[in-house]
T-cell receptor, first 115, second 112 residues
Framework: KAGVTQTPRYLIKTRGQQVTLSCSPISGHRSVSWYQQTPGQGLQFLFEYFSETQRNKGNFPGRFSGRQFSNSRSEMNVSTLELGDSALYLC??????????????FGNGTRLTVT | SQQGEEDPQALSIQEGENATMNCSYKTSINNLQWYRQNSGRGLVHLILIRSNEREKHSGRLRVTLDTSKKSSSLLITASRAADTASYFCAPTGAFGNEKLTFGTGTRLTIIP
C-alpha cells in the first residue's frame, strides 16, 4: 500500500508570492490533516479535512487555506508569503480522523523556504 | 483538543541502554499515541494505547498509561543508533474527532 505522498519535496518562494502544496493520502483514508513545523514553534496544527469538508482548524491567519477533493487528495495554499512561513509542512492521513483510535500516517513533508 | 508535554526535552544514552521518556496531559483521554520523527522527515506512528489499557508492547517498545496521574511513558529497550529521533506523545480527547496536537517532543540521541 502506498504511503502518504507530498509534492513538491522542496520549494523556494519569494516573499509576497503564493504557494500550493499537494498531498495524496493512503488509499481509503478520508481524513487529511496539515501541520506546520518550525524550530521555534514546533508542530502546529493547520486544519483537517474529512470527506471534502473542513472539520477542524488551527490558529492560523486566513492566508492559509486548504481543500480536499472527492478522491481525498488535498491541497493547501498560502497566499502573500512571509519570511515566517518558512517551515516543513506535513500532511497526514487517517481512516476515520483523529480521536477515533485511528492513527495518523504522515508524508515526508514539503520544505518551504521563503526569501 | 489537548497537547501532551514530553519530558525530558533531550536525552542522550549509550547504544544498548534503555531509554525512557514521559508524557503528561491535563484532561480525560480516549487514547494516547506515540510518534517518532527522524530529522527532516514525517512522523511515524509507534503505538496507540486506549484509556482502558495500562500497558502495551510493540517489539522493543513498551508504553504504559496511568490515567489517575494523567501520564504515560515510553520505554525503548536495547537502544540502537537508528532510534535517534524525536519522540512525541499525542493524547486524544474523550470526545473524538478532535484535532491531534503535539508537544515539543523528546529529542533522543543514541551514542554508538
Amino acid at each position: 500500500k502506498a504511503g502518504v505522498t507530498q509534492t513538491p519535496r522542496y520549494l523556494i518562494k519569494t516573499r509576497g508570492q503564493q504557494v500550493t502544496l499537494s498531498c495524496s493520502p493512503i488509499s481509503g483514508h478520508r481524513s487529511v490533516s496539515w501541520y506546520q513545523q518550525t524550530p521555534g514553534q514546533g508542530l502546529q496544527f493547520l486544519f483537517e479535512y474529512f470527506s471534502e469538508t473542513q472539520r477542524n482548524k488551527g490558529n492560523f491567519p486566513g492566508r492559509f487555506s486548504g481543500r480536499q477533493f472527492s478522491n481525498s487528495r488535498s491541497e493547501m495554499n498560502v497566499s502573500t508569503l512571509e519570511l515566517g512561513d518558512s517551515a516543513l509542512y506535513l500532511c497526514a492521513s487517517s481512516f476515520t480522523g483523529t480521536g477515533l483510535n485511528s492513527p495518523l500516517h504522515f508524508g515526508n513533508g514539503t520544505r518551504l523556504t521563503v526569501t | 483538543s489537548q497537547q501532551g508535554e514530553e519530558d525530558p526535552q533531550a536525552l542522550s544514552i549509550q547504544e544498548g541502554e534503555n531509554a525512557t521518556m514521559n508524557c503528561s496531559y491535563k484532561t480525560s483521554i480516549n487514547n494516547l499515541q506515540w510518534y517518532r520523527q527522524n530529522s527532516g522527515r514525517g512522523l511515524v506512528h509507534l503505538i496507540l494505547i486506549r484509556s482502558n489499557e495500562r500497558e502495551k508492547h510493540s517489539g522493543r517498545l513498551r508504553v504504559t498509561l496511568d490515567t489517575s496521574k494523567k501520564s504515560s511513558s515510553l520505554l525503548i529497550t536495547a537502544s540502537r543508533a537508528a532510534d535517534t529521533a524525536s519522540y512525541f506523545c499525542a493524547p486524544t480527547g474523550a470526545f473524538g474527532n478532535e484535532k491531534l496536537t503535539f508537544g515539543t517532543g523528546t529529542r533522543l540521541t543514541i551514542i554508538p
